[in-house]
Structures are given as C-alpha cells and as structure tokens.
C-alpha cells in the first residue's frame, strides 16, 4: 500500500472516530469521514491484547493487501479496529468481512 494510502496524524485519526460514523461486525470497527481527494485512506489499529508484535504486524499486512487489491468507494478516510475474534479467520474469511462490510453500508 503507498504511503498517501495511509493515515499516520493522530489528530487526523481523533477527528474520524470523534464523528462517530461507524459500523461494526463481530471482526471489525470501522469509523470512516469523506474526504476530499480521489482515494481512499486507512489507518488499521490492532490491540496489544491480541497477541505479540509478529501476530499483529501480519494482520496488518493481511488487511493492507485486501484493501490495495480491491477497489472500494473513493474519497473516504477509514480507521479499521481489529477484534480479538479475527484471529478464528482465514484470508479469505477476513477478505470476505471486510469487504460486505465496506460494501454493504449506505454512507451518510
């Protein structure tokens, strides 16, 4: 994923989650804004509670490679908050997740 995909200020990160435009399933926590540009960008957060860093640094890489290699809605900025529950699925399982549960909602 290139960088200008990628959301790093946390005073960009507050101000998503402070509009609390959210939707959520048992694997995820998705807040999203519209932006103005004509890319998406995504800052992916997962708890320490989850497991060490290699655990956690390969989710990361799961859900950077789900979301380059697919095209989903353009100009909205996303923080994805990983649940504990993810680590039950398979690649295809969290591409299948994450992908009806970007797809699937209606935007404000």
């Known amino acids: 994923m290139n960088k200008k995909y990628i ?3 946390n005073e960009e990160i ?3 989650i402070k509009l609390n435009h959210k939707y959520a399933n048992k694997y995820f926590v998705i807040y999203y804004n519209e932006n103005n540009l004509n890319f998406n960008r995504f800052c992916i957060s997962i708890s320490k509670k989850i497991g060490k860093a290699y655990i956690r ?3 990361k890489r799961v859900m950077k490679d789900i979301l380059s290699k697919n095209n989903i809605n353009t100009s909205y900025d996303y923080v994805i908050i990983l649940r504990n529950a993810i680590l ?3 690649y295809n399982n969290i591409k ?3 992908l009806e549960l ?3 909602e209606k935007y404000e």
């Open 102 to 104: 970007l797809r699937g």
């Open 96 to 98: 299948e997740s994450i």
């Open 57 to 59: 640094n390969y989710y």
């Open 88 to 90: 039950d699925l398979s």
């Open 7 to 9: 959301i790093r200020k």
């Open 14 to 16: 507050e101000k998503i």
